[in-house]
């Protein structure tokens, strides 16, 4: 996933703290992404990339071991959301990494889409999110949810409110 668009920021290099943030937030203080499992494999003001490891408690239909469409529908609107916060990060470079952070408090989804293409089944998956846009008060992310052979198999995009 690539964006050319020039109203989101080019990559920038964002502090320790920052990103260390960022990943407390999305992986522990959130407590159904923690129960879920999911990890925050990079962060980027480019994208994201983040897994998740197939578990019996998440599981959709016993029959085929397949996993639960709501928690494809949550780990994608999750990514989606940190897709944004790290766009809209960038675009405040010029603030003190706590400030950025406050603005997670006003952060929230206002709008998700997601289109099933194939069934979740496997032991591991990726998510890939990028920002599409980030205004003065919305911002978009698509994302995607890919098996561990990289076979696409949930698409989404969605709307956060930033501000």
Known sequence: MTSSRSDLPAHVEFEPEFLAALREIYEEKILFNQW?????????????????????????????????????????DAMG?????????????????????????????????VDYLRPGIGEQFVIHAQAVRVGARVGNARMEFRGADGKLLSTGTAAYLTS
């Open 36 to 76: 879920m499992g999911l990890k925050v494999d990079c962060i980027a003001s480019t994208g994201i990339v983040a897994s998740l490891r197939m578990k019996p408690e998440l599981v959709g239909h016993f029959a085929y071991h397949r996993m639960h469409g709501g928690v494809i529908s949550a780990a994608l």
């Open 81 to 113: 959301s940190l897709a944004v916060m790290a766009a809209l990060g960038a675009k405040h470079m010029d603030e003190l990494p706590a400030k950025r952070l406050e603005r997670f408090t006003r952060h929230s989804t206002i709008d998700l889409r």
